[in-house]
């Protein structure tokens, strides 16, 4: 039965370390995940930049043509300060000329702001593109490292597997299929007996299962936890 005990052990080893290979392996992807998005963020953020930079060219543009038509308007107020022919009528165009040139200093301040907005815009969609370019470049790198480490895993994972069901083959059915109940509820379903503790649960076991462990004439199981029990050496 020790025998057997030790193969059940080394068949628990086993699937351990086919389950930890699967987990690295799955968790391979994250990386490519989380480097995506990083790219996708620095594109969104790239054509936000762009999307500001336009925005403030056309408000400039239309500062620039609002001041265009409050300077004509001027031109001809001031071409009708020579034919004017009463107070009441020199102090209206007087007001309406001062009027428009408060607009165009008006303008001129929006037109100024929004063109040193489009400047630092520029200058931001530029970065963000270049590290979007770079994000990129870093991305195809990460693939191709997953891509090389997954075909490591699969094969690391495909050896241990057969490993595991030739030592299946071993293993008396009986017991294999008890195991393979416990199993299914405890990642150890069998465990060490230590000081007469078992290392499944820490429970202190019987005299009386400590015998029938040192006969090894059976599986012999944890009153307490259920796990398949074999004695330390």
Not at 31 to 50: C, F, G, I, S, T
Not at 113 to 118: D, F, I, K, R
Request: hydrophobic share 35%; aromatic share 2%; charged share 40%.
């Amino acid at each position: 039965m020790r025998e057997t005990l030790e193969k059940l052990l080394a068949l628990q080893e086993l699937n351990k370390e086919i389950e930890q290979a699967c987990g690295d392996r799955d968790k391979l992807s994250i990386d490519v995940r989380n480097q995506a998005r990083k790219l996708e963020r620095k594109r969104r953020q790239a054509r936000e930049a762009h999307d500001k930079r336009m925005e403030n060219a056309k408000g400039a543009d239309a500062a620039q043509l609002n001041i265009e038509q409050a300077e004509q308007e001027i031109e001809r107020l001031v071409m009708q300060l020579n034919a004017v022919r009463n107070q009441r009528e020199l102090d209206t165009i007087q007001n309406t000329i001062r009027s428009r040139q408060a607009d165009i200093s008006r303008w001129e301040d929006e037109a100024l702001t929004a063109l040193q907005a489009v400047d630092e815009l520029r200058q931001e969609e530029e970065q963000l593109n270049r590290e979007a370019e770079e994000a990129e470049k870093e991305l195809e790198r990460i693939k191709e490292h997953v891509a090389e480490a997954t075909r490591q895993y699969e094969q690391r994972i495909e050896e241990l597997t057969e490993q595991r069901d030739r030592l299946r083959d071993e293993i008396p059915p009986e017991v294999l299929s008890s195991y393979d109940r416990l199993a299914a509820r405890h990642s150890n379903a069998l465990a060490r007996v230590k000081g007469r503790v078992c290392r499944g649960c820490f429970t202190r076991i019987t005299k009386q299962t400590e015998n029938l462990l040192m006969r090894d004439k059976k599986v012999v199981y944890c009153h307490s936890c259920g796990r398949m029990l074999m004695l330390a050496e």
